[in-house]
């Protein structure tokens, strides 16, 4: 290994050169830094979301009533487009707005009922009216009745006390089923809120509502936590509507699959049982939409994967300035040690030689610089996941992180120092030696 | 015949010429110089600056190549061998002295004696190191560092490392030029000193009448062409006519 000497020559050079090497190798630290800090945090990030989503949403169907109206019209049916069209050039303005169909009980029996695919539905019906405790909004939004297979669709379980019972349903009875991060929120941690009363006032009349259990905090769930306050789904439509709406505002279907094609399947397969049921045409639009969770977590993925593929270039960039700098630095060198490579030539020193010196200089630069990246960027990526609460403990340390360090700034000690290095390999030796 | 080796002809220019490209205008450094030096020789190259002296030693060093003529180094003709055979070559064959010392500021007067060794061994020889150290009267400066070494001592250095692969040619450019008179003789002493008892073949370039005057041959150059060639005090060394006979 004769040229193990042109290493070791360029580790001398290296140590004559402290401040200079050091600020060098600051750039690609700074670069490789930035690089695993986008990529972990994204990771991160991008975790963060997949547990969110696959705790409250995951493998579930919703299908909502669809408006029809001057304000949405979103055709899907050719011929639809088309006799609107023709309708607004004879005149007489848009078609006038269909009766919106609310979803009935009996969509809900038929999905149960017919939908190989589905494994339970759950109606639901929201209201935006506030709970009181204690003279305090409970803050998150309003709340959701639904019925007991609540607990199957969205694979939730009991932390205290117990969910509705059937006769509860049937009664409308003024109960509540509370989510545990919202009773951490309002209680305190740990605390068993049972028993406890809330208050809910309608046209001035105050209604006491109970808790009657608390559904276990889903794990990864950092934020807010959806469909907080629970309620039978009549009790919402009797008691907080008044009974003006006796309908439901959305159904839940669990869909166990996540195998694509099944899940395209499950969708065509709601489709076609709620059409048959409610009627509808061939060929008509549907009055109903059928949307799958799963499909907008991938899509919010996607986009989740694209930010952080966009920052990571954005933090290319600082990399490749790194790299100049590097390059840079290695070219002043070469110049300022033409005399030394003449030297080196008339000593004895093989072109080779020269070349393997110049370049171990700019690789051991730039991988000291990947190494002080990876420590930077590991510390970044730890602050970050502290300080950005979504992230807490998420921002993973991938075996890829170092495979980037590592390889990432090896191709920049090579990239920015091989045309440097092969300039002084090519000095003519007298060339070299002729000072100033 | 000349190139044969019998007759220990070392160096063997006919005709060289070098033409360097500066910008639009051709500089002819060297032109059609006719030279031989046999083994053992003591030669001195003189002229006023510009002339060629430094650019006819590169050529003789092999640290450049002549841009016309032949030139044979121990008979073969350099053109005709690769960069990395002429590397091999300079290193192995060939000491080099220059007139700025051109020693490595860091590294201590140890190490630099060993750097040829380390080019064509891959490693260091520390033992031979020090006994040439010794040979220049340096045995006890060896672990300083060429800042701490005055004019003299450091060239002095330079001279150990020139001999530290045991070349058969010695080239020195200008090696007083940046000495005191005293550490000037010191070195030249030194020069004579190789040439006489290890019949070292040794060419130094140099102003200085008074290493040109103690110098059995002396070759003038004037405008890149040699116009003197003159052998004073006139004769081969004594050990290389016992080796002739």
Request: glycine share 10%.
């Amino acid at each position: 290994m004769r040229h193990l000497v042109d290493l070791w020559f360029a580790l001398l050079a290296l140590r004559t050169n402290k401040l200079r090497s050091g600020l060098t190798m600051l750039g690609v630290i700074i670069g490789v830094g930035a690089v695993i800090m986008i990529v972990s945090l994204g990771n991160g990030l991008r975790r963060s979301t997949q547990l969110e989503m696959e705790a409250w949403a995951s493998g579930t169907m919703e299908i909502r009533a669809q408006y029809w109206g001057p304000v949405y019209i979103e055709v899907t049916a050719a011929e639809e487009k088309a006799a609107i069209d023709e309708q607004m050039i004879k005149g007489g303005g848009i078609p006038a707005p269909r009766q919106a169909r609310a979803l009935e009980p009996g969509d809900v029996e038929a999905l149960r009922r017919l939908a190989t695919s589905v494994v339970e539905v759950a109606p639901q019906l929201e209201t935006y009216t506030q709970a009181v405790y204690r003279g305090q909004w409970i803050p998150f939004g309003g709340i959701v009745g639904t019925t007991r297979e609540y607990l199957q669709v969205y694979r939730s379980e009991i932390k205290y006390g117990r969910f509705f019972t059937a006769e509860e349903e049937e009664e409308a009875a003024p109960v509540l089923v509370l989510d545990e991060t919202l009773v951490n929120y309002v209680f305190g941690a740990g605390v068993n809120p049972v028993g406890e009363v809330l208050h809910i006032t309608l046209e001035n009349i105050p209604q006491n509502y109970t808790i009657i259990g608390v559904l276990a905090k889903r794990r990864g769930i950092q934020g807010i936590a959806p469909r907080a306050i629970l309620a039978p789904l009549r009790t919402v439509q009797m008691r907080l509507y008044q009974g003006a709406k006796n309908e439901i505002g959305l159904i839940a279907a669990r869909v166990d699959s996540r195998v694509p094609a099944e899940r395209r399947y499950a969708v065509a397969e709601i489709n076609t049982i709620l059409r048959a049921r409610r009627g509808i045409a061939p060929g008509v639009p549907a009055d109903f939409w059928v949307q799958d969770t799963l499909e907008f977590s991938e899509e919010q993925l996607r986009i989740i994967r694209t930010i952080t593929m966009v920052l990571s270039l954005i933090a290319g960039i600082s990399l490749v300035v790194g790299s100049i700098g590097l390059m840079n630095i290695m070219l002043v060198g070469v110049a300022e040690r033409t005399w030394e490579i003449g030297l080196r030539r008339a000593i004895g020193a093989h072109k080779s030689d020269i070349l393997l010196q110049f370049l171990s200089e700019g690789v051991t630069l730039a991988l000291a610089g990947g190494v002080g990246g990876l420590v930077l960027g590991l510390a970044g990526s730890y602050a970050g996941s502290r300080l950005i609460g979504q992230l807490r403990g998420l921002a993973t340390v991938t075996p890829d992180v170092f495979v980037i360090a590592v390889g990432v700034s090896l191709a920049v000690g090579i990239v920015a120092s091989i045309y440097p290095a092969w300039q002084a390999a090519n000095l003519q030796p007298t060339a070299a030696l002729r000072r100033g | 015949m000349a190139h044969d080796g019998s007759n220990n002809v070392l160096v063997d220019m006919d005709k060289v010429s070098k033409v360097y490209r500066m910008g639009q205008v051709q500089v002819h450094a060297v032109r059609g110089a006719t030279l031989r030096l046999q083994q053992g020789e003591y030669v001195a190259v003189v002229g006023p600056s510009g002339s060629g002296k430094s650019t006819l030693l590169n050529l003789i060093g092999c640290l450049d190549l002549p841009s016309e003529g032949t030139y044979r180094l121990r008979g073969r003709d350099v053109r005709t061998l690769s960069d990395a055979q002429l590397s091999r070559l300079r290193g192995e064959g060939i000491g080099f002295v220059f007139q700025d010392f051109s020693l490595m500021r860091r590294l201590t007067a140890l190490r630099n004696v060993e750097l040829p060794h380390y080019y064509t061994q891959g490693r260091g020889n520390r033992q031979r190191a020090l006994r040439l150290l010794a040979q220049v009267g340096l045995a006890d400066r060896a672990h300083h560092r060429p800042t701490e070494l005055s004019g003299g001592e450091q060239q002095r250095v330079a001279l150990a490392r020139a001999l530290m692969n045991e070349p058969f040619l010695l080239l020195a450019d200008e090696p007083t030029g940046n000495l005191d008179t005293r550490s000037g003789e010191e070195l030249i002493g030194l020069l004579e000193k190789l040439n006489h008892e290890q019949g070292l073949t040794v060419v130094i370039v140099s102003h200085d009448p008074s290493i040109s005057a103690r110098a059995r041959r002396v070759i003038r150059l004037l405008d890149g062409q040699i116009v003197g060639d003159e052998r004073q005090g006139g004769d081969t060394p004594g050990f290389l006519r016992a080796q002739n006979a």
